[in-house]
Structures are given as structure tokens and as C-alpha cells.
């Protein structure tokens, strides 16, 4: 028996075999080449603390984190999120909660974009209710372009953008709407 036709015979089959039963499932394929959908880790019941220079800046807490890889990394916060900002005594000085979240990782900066009922209290206890808001964390900043409402202990405001500092507690309505004085002197 000719060996090298033997080994050519079998080199043949495997090669056969390994070509035709193959199977191109693109679904799969692009679960594997795509790794900015894939999440990369994925966190329940977050309670994130961060620190600079000893000291509590900020608290986060959310139902679940997915972080995503790829040129522009991303945190998602798609069950919600609420976030807790502190002076250097610990107290709070504002809280922002949404029913979703996205933190952009970008190269020289961190943006954070909340969506859906977002809710932000400052220390005074004037709230702002807007569907979106961005927080640029090297800026030091918030500011949206969408519908805001502003309630305070003796007013409502509304308008349409607003730029404030990070813990809202100076800011501007790009677009003032409307404003209604709130009587605090009647009796319920």
C-alpha cells in the first residue's frame, strides 16, 4: 500500500469534511466581532462610592450597570439610577435620579447622560424635572436642551434648555416659558 496516497486520501477527507460542514451563523459572528454590544461586565445592585483625596464626592446606586467596551466605552444604566453628590462635611448638596443612564468614557472627559423622569434636588430643595440631562464631570456642569421645570419654595418656572453648575445651585433657563408664584400663605 502506497502510504503517501493514504495520507493524501485522509489529508483529502479532512479537509472536505472540514469545508463543507462549516455553518455561517451571522447572528454569532457578529456577537463575536462586535464588542461595543457586548457588555463586558455587568453589575447588580450597584453601590458605587467615589473619593478624592479621602474624602466622599459622590455616591451611586443602581439596579443594574452594563459596561461596554469598543473606541467610546459606556456604563448603562438602563433599570435606573440615583446619585448622591456631598460637600467636604458629607452632607448632600444635590441628588439626581433617572429612570435611565448612560456614563460616555471618552478619551479626556466623562459624560454622563440620565434620561426618563429625570429628578435633580439641590441643597436649598429647589427641584428640576426634565426628560433629559447631561453632566459634563470635567466641566463641572449640567445642561440640557429639553423641557425643564423648576419648582422652588416660591416659585414654578418652566422653559425650554437650561446650563447650571454641577450641584444646581446656580443655574440659567436658556428659554424662560413661563413662571407661576406660589402663595404660600394659603390655608389648605
Known amino acids: 500500500m502506497n502510504y503517501s496516497r493514504l495520507i493524501a486520501f485522509i489529508f483529502f477527507i479532512l479537509v472536505s469534511t ?7 451563523n451571522l447572528s454569532k459572528v457578529d456577537l463575536l466581532t462586535a464588542p461595543d454590544k457586548t457588555p463586558l461586565l455587568v453589575e447588580q445592585n450597584a453601590n458605587i462610592v467615589y473619593n478624592d483625596s479621602g474624602k466622599t464626592k459622590m455616591r451611586l446606586v443602581a439596579p443594574l450597570i452594563a459596561r461596554y467596551g469598543g473606541t467610546e466605552p ?3 444604566f438602563t433599570k435606573g439610577m440615583k446619585v448622591d453628590f456631598y460637600d467636604d462635611s458629607m452632607h448632600v448638596t444635590s441628588h439626581v435620579s433617572a429612570n435611565q443612564g448612560i456614563m460616555h468614557h471618552y478619551k479626556n472627559s466623562q459624560l454622563m447622560e440620565a434620561n426618563n423622569n429625570v429628578v435633580v434636588v439641590n441643597k436649598k430643595g429647589e427641584q428640576l424635572n426634565t426628560e433629559q440631562l447631561f453632566w459634563d464631570q470635567t466641566k463641572h456642569s449640567i445642561y440640557t436642551n429639553k423641557f425643564v421645570k423648576i419648582t ?5 418656572l418652566y422653559g425650554d434648555g437650561l446650563v447650571s453648575n454641577e450641584d444646581f445651585s446656580d443655574y440659567r433657563i436658556k428659554n424662560i416659558k413661563g413662571e407661576v408664584m406660589i ?3 394659603q390655608k389648605k
Open 183 to 185: 402663595n404660600n400663605n
Open 152 to 156: 422652588t419654595a416660591s416659585q414654578i
Open 74 to 76: 459606556v456604563d448603562s
Open 18 to 24: 472540514c469545508l463543507f460542514s462549516c455553518e455561517n
